[in-house]
């Protein structure tokens, strides 16, 4: 996949391109059908497809109070955009420069001088140009100005609730990692590079890997959870609690992982921690021991959940 941050000369790069327009956050399954939507019109017309996003998010500048937490990092959206077939991203650089521009100058220059665009494909809440003026209808009116194709994607649906990113951020925050899953089309997870820790895991008889959480992401709710670790292109079943450890006094909000039966040290190398189910809340014990006893009884419905995924 090409990556670029300016449109400037993409016509003369790729030919007929067919682009989607949005933020993608999560890359949820509404987004999915959006690319391959996309990426079905590209191949109708042997073109490219293309997707179109900002980075920062636009509301980190224009209302950086108001702006999420993303429900992605930049790395893994580009791979879930790669592994669905978009040949060309674009990551523009968002400005106070760019959110003047009107929506039909962003049609005029952006979408045709610039890119080429042959076709575009917009979800049906998308907005774009100064004050969001720009709307699916002001896009149609366009695309039969300027001679593009035009898809406008109407709402996915689960279980009578529109999937959308704000929806799945609530399921994450309250923990709700498998209904989360359901709108995703994947379980939440994160990644990153194992760090030190205090190496308490260990002495109470679990060794555990430890993540730092990145604040500019949306990490689970507070709790213990059944999860998938990947590292080096296997897979492994485990427990993963997100918190502060209260027992212990503690106050900085980290991620540990118990592998199941796995004795190698991660210490400094690269993993990812799917979320598949929350087993309960974070609670202070009155001591280790009875911190112990918990631990094994978490261990053996993680135990009980990986023998089933097997059957």
Not at 40 to 46: L, R
Not at 146 to 151: I, M, N, R, T, V
Not at 160 to 168: F, K, L, N
Request: proline share 5%.
């Amino acid at each position: 996949m090409h990556i670029y941050n300016s449109w400037e000369g993409l016509k003369s790069k790729h030919n007929n391109i067919v682009i989607g327009l949005g933020n993608f956050d999560g890359v949820h399954i509404g987004h999915q059908k959006l690319i391959y939507d996309l990426v079905t019109m590209a191949k109708n017309i042997n073109g490219t497809p293309a997707v179109f996003t900002f980075h920062p998010h636009p509301l980190a500048v224009l209302k950086p109070e108001s702006c999420p937490p993303q429900l992605l990092s930049q790395e893994y959206k580009q791979e879930i955009f790669a592994r669905l077939g978009v040949e060309v991203l674009l990551t523009i650089p968002f400005n106070l420069k760019l959110a003047a521009l009107s929506p039909e100058d962003f049609v005029r220059t952006v979408l045709c001088e610039e890119i080429g665009a042959r076709g575009v494909v917009v979800g049906y809440n998308y907005t774009f140009g100064h004050r969001g003026r720009g709307t699916p209808e002001l896009l149609k009116d366009l695309s039969e100005t300027y001679g593009f194709a035009l898809q406008v994607v109407q709402p996915v649906m689960v279980e009578r609730q529109t999937v959308s990113s704000t929806m799945i951020r609530h399921l994450i925050r309250i923990g709700d990692v498998s209904e989360a899953a359901k709108l995703l089309g994947y379980y939440p997870f994160t990644g990153g590079e194992v760090v030190a820790g205090d190496k308490r895991g260990r002495a109470l008889g679990f060794p555990t890997a430890n993540l730092e959480i990145d604040q500019d992401i949306l990490a689970p709710a507070n709790g213990v959870y059944a999860a998938k670790i990947y590292h080096d292109g296997d897979m492994y079943f485990g427990l993963a609690n997100i918190g502060v450890k209260p027992t212990f006094q503690g106050k900085k909000r980290n991620i540990e992982v118990h592998l199941l039966d796995f004795c190698e040290d991660l210490y400094g190398k690269q993993i990812k921690v799917s979320f598949t189910r929350r087993i309960r809340e974070e609670k202070k014990f009155a001591s280790p021991v009875e911190l112990i006893k918990q631990i094994e009884m978490d261990i053996h419905e993680a135990r009980t959940e990986w023998l089933k995924a097997r059957e």
